[in-house]
């Protein structure tokens, strides 16, 4: 409690139980107010959702790293044996007699390319979609 002087009571900003107690019981409104209201969004989570979305994280972090594991595969069967930085990733194009191919090499430097030859299913197009990543 702070100073009191003759005949003045309580001095303004002091503070005193009654005001302390009131304070208390107006954070105390607040607080279950807030509980209340989270219980509320609990109720409304299904939680055979919740489960199902985990399941599904869980299978997409599989894949994720099936994805990873085999386009390592890929980079390491099909690096650049010229210039050993890049990789021969497949170039694509159209032409009236079919569908054509050829690999080059995505290094800038090094200008290394393969013969262009007709594409069939038995190609392996592994790096196609990898362009810009290295």
Same mark, same amino acid.
């Given at each position: 409690?702070?100073?009191?002087? &003759?005949? @003045?009571?309580?001095?303004r900003?002091?503070k005193?139980?009654f005001? $302390? =107690?009131?304070? $208390? *019981? /107006?954070?105390?409104?607040?607080?279950?107010? =807030?509980? *209340?209201?989270?219980?509320?969004?609990?109720?409304? %989570?299904d939680?055979?959702?919740?489960e199902? $979305?985990? /399941?599904?994280?869980?299978?997409? +972090?599989?894949?994720?790293?099936t994805?990873? @594991?085999?386009?390592e &595969?890929?980079? /390491?069967?099909?690096?650049?044996? %010229?210039?050993? !930085?890049?990789?021969m #990733?497949? +170039?694509?194009?159209? +032409?009236?007699d079919g569908?054509?191919?050829?690999? #080059?090499c995505?290094?800038e430097?090094?200008?290394? !390319?393969t013969?262009? *030859? *007709? $594409?069939t &299913?038995d %190609?392996?197009?592994?790096?196609?979609?990898q =362009?810009g990543?290295?």
């Amino acid at each position: 409690m702070g100073k009191q002087h &003759k005949g @003045r009571g309580i001095q303004r900003g002091e503070k005193t139980d009654f005001n $302390l =107690e009131s304070r $208390l *019981k /107006k954070e105390n409104k607040k607080l279950k107010r =807030e509980i *209340k209201r989270l219980r509320n969004l609990l109720d409304r %989570v299904d939680i055979g959702r919740v489960e199902y $979305l985990e /399941k599904l994280i869980e299978e997409q +972090r599989e894949f994720d790293k099936t994805i990873k @594991r085999d386009n390592e &595969k890929a980079k /390491k069967k099909w690096s650049c044996h %010229v210039c050993a !930085r890049g990789y021969m #990733m497949p +170039r694509i194009f159209k +032409r009236r007699d079919g569908d054509f191919y050829y690999r #080059m090499c995505n290094n800038e430097d090094c200008e290394h !390319r393969t013969k262009m *030859k *007709k $594409l069939t &299913k038995d %190609v392996d197009l592994s790096l196609l979609n990898q =362009e810009g990543e290295e």
